[in-house]
């Protein structure tokens, strides 16, 4: 790192920015697709989408949304390279750039400063989100998402902060997993429509599971230099052959609860042309790269060869959301 303003980038890590996002993307697309037949719906009368109260887009939603995620991202990106910068864990026999404090460039207090500055503005976003959703007149639901982005701020911090840290126990792979599936694309699809639909329990699976697929090969890699430092990551526990195995049901799991969800969408199609409708599977493309990528990471013998894969799963997961969003204007 040359400067100070090159160290924060890095320390923000902008390349694990579009995953973040993924399940704000994927939520809102088929929010938009579902109002849309609401209102076709409404127009003749047909009574297919009355459980759907809202017949408008509400674009501040969506973009509030994406401030806010993007925010609890950075704030979990300073957070890890605090973590891991004052205990140690960074350090030379880590695979991967160099972060930002074990640098020398950023000092601790410095970072510490940036987080709470962070955490403030996230949450200020998170207040934002939820008053624009929801209003003052369903007062229960707006405090739940209130507790739920404060908790969102504690798991940013938590994962490597602290003597509790749950990312050196094994557990960051239940939050991410809880944060990036269900939380981001059923709570969004709920803050734009006013519907909980369990349907999107398939896609918050989905992205769930690619995002937990992420972490899982990072912490792959770093299975030695984890090891050696205390942080008990589930590769750490189950050995880099069983991680392996279970980064294929990760990734398995994934695909078949897409091609559901799609298929209820399909369904749920069924007025329009059906040269329309099977652009619904679209987002499936998006799983011919990870079909390389498992063919990869079986025949790695050496975990320091999984840091190019990382980007993989990562970029692939957004291309999902991306073709996502190109499925619903077709269709819409």
Same mark, same amino acid.
């Given at each position: 790192m040359k400067n100070k303003t090159q160290?924060?980038?890095?320390?923000?890590?902008?390349?694990?920015?579009?995953?973040?996002?993924?399940?704000i993307l994927v &939520?809102?697309?088929y929010a938009y697709?579902?109002?849309?037949?609401?209102?076709a719906s409404y127009n003749v009368f047909d009574g297919l989408y009355n459980h759907i109260p809202v017949i408008y887009f509400n674009w501040w939603i969506p973009i509030l949304a994406l401030l806010?995620? $993007?925010?609890?991202?950075?704030?979990?990106?300073?957070? @890890?390279?605090?973590?891991?910068?004052?205990?140690?864990? *960074? @350090? *030379?026999?880590?695979?991967?750039?160099?972060?930002?404090?074990?640098? &020398?460039?950023?000092?601790?207090?410095e970072m510490k400063r940036v987080m709470i500055i962070t955490s403030v503005l996230t949450f200020l976003c998170a207040v934002a989100l939820i008053y624009v959703s929801l209003g003052l007149e369903q007062l229960l639901i707006s405090l739940f998402f209130l507790v739920l982005g404060i908790a969102a701020i504690w798991a940013a911090i938590k994962y490597t902060v602290g003597d509790n840290a749950y990312g050196y126990r094994g557990l960051g792979d239940v939050f991410v997993f809880i944060f990036f599936g269900p939380v981001s694309v059923m709570g969004i699809y709920f803050l734009i429509t006013s519907v909980l639909d369990w349907s999107f329990? $398939?896609?918050?699976f989905t992205i769930g599971l690619l995002s937990v697929a992420v972490l899982n090969l990072? @912490?792959?890699?770093?299975?030695?230099?984890?090891k050696k430092s205390g942080k008990n990551?589930?590769?750490?526990? $189950?050995? $880099?052959?069983?991680s392996k195995r279970l980064h294929f049901a990760y990734l398995i799991i994934a695909?078949?609860?897409l091609m559901l969800f799609l298929w209820i969408q399909f369904i749920k199609s069924g007025s329009l042309e059906l040269s329309v409708s099977y652009v619904l599977f679209l987002p499936i493309l998006a799983f011919i790269p990870l079909l390389k990528h498992l063919l990869t990471v079986r025949s790695i013998a050496s975990s320091i060869l999984l840091d190019p894969e990382l980007k993989k799963v990562a970029l692939s997961t957004f291309l999902l959301a991306l073709l996502s969003i190109v499925s619903v204007i077709v269709v819409s």
């Open positions: 160290a924060w980038i890095s320390a923000a890590r902008p390349r694990t920015l579009p995953l973040s996002i993924s399940g &939520g809102s697309a697709l579902d109002i849309a037949f609401a209102k806010t995620t $993007l925010g609890f991202q950075i704030l979990s990106n300073f957070a @890890n390279d605090y973590g891991d910068g004052v205990k140690g864990t *960074d @350090n *030379d026999e880590r695979i991967g750039p160099m972060r930002a404090i074990q640098s &020398g460039i950023i000092k601790p207090p329990i $398939l896609p918050s990072n @912490n792959m890699r770093d299975i030695e230099s984890d990551t589930i590769p750490v526990k $189950l050995g $880099l052959e069983k695909f078949v609860s």
